[in-house]
């Protein structure tokens, strides 16, 4: 059988050579990474061969193939603390040792360790001289935590390998600097895009102090707007069910609770439901389900005059505000700590539309999600209303099927 190398490098040396059959594989996320070559192997028993160039660079070639599987690995960590973190990044952490994990943690939520410190738990004394791959810079700060920069020093560990730096101005590179003046090797920028993408709303935040804003629409094959959702979407496992869980917030009109529309609820296993956030715009009496107002988190009805609400209840609070533009609702949102809000349109018209209008004509949103439904036909009124004449380039579109729907999105430029 054809051989495969997989290279694992200890802490004395960077030449040691695993050899496994064709059908190992690194996983991760789903995607298999093959390291093969036969060349290599037969030039590996050359000793001449192993001391030139080209065989270094073959070496440093496969050990970043290496550490990109670790770092996703990081990542998969991570993402097993989805929807509990904020306003926290998602970070998990690996520890490697002689080509071995040896170690692994993920933050949980906030005001809880950090993944370094429950990886090193995990890892122990065998944390001496390991590596540690974690997805976001370690912190070198006290919050709520002790800085975990002490702790990966105090472990002894060899080797830092770090996804991205941490855009938090308390952090950006601070946690780095640290670990090189205790002589700590530090690598910065392995899988880097896969880590912004982890933590995508969390980074806008602290760029612009709002929050990371998704336009959420279905439309049917003939183009009209639905109210409705695809088969499966709101049950646990559909996109619609996971992105609630996602998010910090997700915003609805307040028209739509009139027609016994009921709180849209994430049905994911553990899910923390968000904020439901009801934009009551000429409207002076608002009732909400009351089954629904059991199940969620907290229920906030954001109008420009003041407003009956009802049934009463401690999970529901009304705010005023003087300018009921999208720019100064999200003022208020990130005001309040959250990273990010789902608009979830359902209607062509009221105010959610004039919401819309002001989000493009501001650049106030970063992604859209639109759900494509395999019927035709419709309201002859339920047509995509136009949000103005300027053109949005949109990037990084991705496409992907969920029973009899189809769902596209991309990111504004």
């Given at each position: 059988m054809a051989q495969v190398l997989?290279?694992?490098?200890?802490?004395?040396?960077?030449?040691?050579?695993?050899?496994?059959?064709?059908?190992?594989?690194?996983?991760?996320?789903?995607t298999d990474h093959i390291i093969t070559s036969v060349s290599i192997i037969e030039a590996g028993r050359n000793e001449s061969f192993r001391g030139s160039r080209k065989w270094r660079h073959q070496m440093l070639a496969a050990l970043e193939k290496e550490d990109g599987f670790y770092m996703r690995r990081c990542v998969e960590l991570a993402k097993r603390a989805v929807g509990c973190t904020s306003p926290n990044p998602m970070v998990g952490c690996v520890i490697v040792k002689e080509g071995e994990i040896v170690g692994e943690g993920f933050h949980p939520k906030a005001g809880q360790?950090?993944?370094?410190?429950?990886?090193?738990?995990?890892?122990?004394?065998?944390?001496?001289?390991?590596?540690?791959?974690?997805?976001l810079e370690p912190c070198n700060h006290y919050g709520r935590t002790p800085p975990c920069t002490e702790a990966l020093i105090n472990a002894k560990v060899k080797k830092?390998?770090?996804?991205?730096?941490?855009?938090?101005?308390?952090?950006?590179?601070?946690?780095?600097?640290?670990?090189?003046?205790?002589?700590?090797?530090v690598v910065v920028g392995v899988e880097e895009m896969f880590c912004k993408k982890l933590n995508e709303a969390y980074i806008h935040r602290m760029h612009t102090l709002k929050p990371f804003v998704t336009l959420r629409?279905?439309?049917?094959?003939?183009?009209?707007?639905l109210t409705y959702l695809g088969k499966g979407a709101d049950e646990s496992g559909g996109y619609y069910s996971k992105m609630l869980q996602e998010y910090d917030g997700i915003m609805i009109s307040g028209e739509l609770l009139s027609r016994n529309f009921t709180l849209p609820l994430s049905f994911e296993d553990g899910a923390n439901q968000p904020l439901h956030i009801i934009i009551a715009r000429n409207i002076n009496k608002l009732h909400l389900p009351a089954s629904s107002i059991e199940s969620a988190s907290h229920v906030l009805v954001i109008a420009e005059n003041d407003i009956c609400v009802e049934p009463k209840s401690e999970r529901v609070a009304a705010v005023v505000l003087e300018s009921m533009n999208l720019k100064s609702i999200l003022d208020y949102l990130g005001s309040r700590g959250l990273c990010s809000v789902l608009l979830d349109f359902r209607e062509n018209h009221g105010a959610i539309v004039e919401l819309i209008k002001d989000g493009f004509r501001d650049g106030l949103f970063q992604k859209v999600v639109m759900e494509l439904c395999s019927v035709f036909g419709g309201d002859n009124d339920a047509s995509l209303p136009s949000f103005g004449e300027m053109m949005k380039n949109l990037k990084d579109f991705q496409s992907r099927s969920y029973n009899e729907s189809l769902v596209v999105e991309g990111y504004f430029s």
């Amino acid at each position: 059988m054809a051989q495969v190398l997989h290279f694992s490098f200890s802490s004395s040396s960077r030449s040691q050579i695993r050899q496994s059959s064709l059908s190992s594989r690194f996983l991760s996320s789903g995607t298999d990474h093959i390291i093969t070559s036969v060349s290599i192997i037969e030039a590996g028993r050359n000793e001449s061969f192993r001391g030139s160039r080209k065989w270094r660079h073959q070496m440093l070639a496969a050990l970043e193939k290496e550490d990109g599987f670790y770092m996703r690995r990081c990542v998969e960590l991570a993402k097993r603390a989805v929807g509990c973190t904020s306003p926290n990044p998602m970070v998990g952490c690996v520890i490697v040792k002689e080509g071995e994990i040896v170690g692994e943690g993920f933050h949980p939520k906030a005001g809880q360790p950090h993944a370094e410190v429950f990886a090193l738990t995990h890892a122990g004394s065998m944390a001496e001289n390991a590596t540690a791959y974690v997805s976001l810079e370690p912190c070198n700060h006290y919050g709520r935590t002790p800085p975990c920069t002490e702790a990966l020093i105090n472990a002894k560990v060899k080797k830092v390998i770090i996804g991205m730096v941490d855009p938090n101005p308390i952090v950006a590179s601070k946690g780095v600097r640290r670990l090189q003046e205790a002589g700590i090797d530090v690598v910065v920028g392995v899988e880097e895009m896969f880590c912004k993408k982890l933590n995508e709303a969390y980074i806008h935040r602290m760029h612009t102090l709002k929050p990371f804003v998704t336009l959420r629409y279905t439309l049917s094959m003939d183009g009209r707007m639905l109210t409705y959702l695809g088969k499966g979407a709101d049950e646990s496992g559909g996109y619609y069910s996971k992105m609630l869980q996602e998010y910090d917030g997700i915003m609805i009109s307040g028209e739509l609770l009139s027609r016994n529309f009921t709180l849209p609820l994430s049905f994911e296993d553990g899910a923390n439901q968000p904020l439901h956030i009801i934009i009551a715009r000429n409207i002076n009496k608002l009732h909400l389900p009351a089954s629904s107002i059991e199940s969620a988190s907290h229920v906030l009805v954001i109008a420009e005059n003041d407003i009956c609400v009802e049934p009463k209840s401690e999970r529901v609070a009304a705010v005023v505000l003087e300018s009921m533009n999208l720019k100064s609702i999200l003022d208020y949102l990130g005001s309040r700590g959250l990273c990010s809000v789902l608009l979830d349109f359902r209607e062509n018209h009221g105010a959610i539309v004039e919401l819309i209008k002001d989000g493009f004509r501001d650049g106030l949103f970063q992604k859209v999600v639109m759900e494509l439904c395999s019927v035709f036909g419709g309201d002859n009124d339920a047509s995509l209303p136009s949000f103005g004449e300027m053109m949005k380039n949109l990037k990084d579109f991705q496409s992907r099927s969920y029973n009899e729907s189809l769902v596209v999105e991309g990111y504004f430029s």
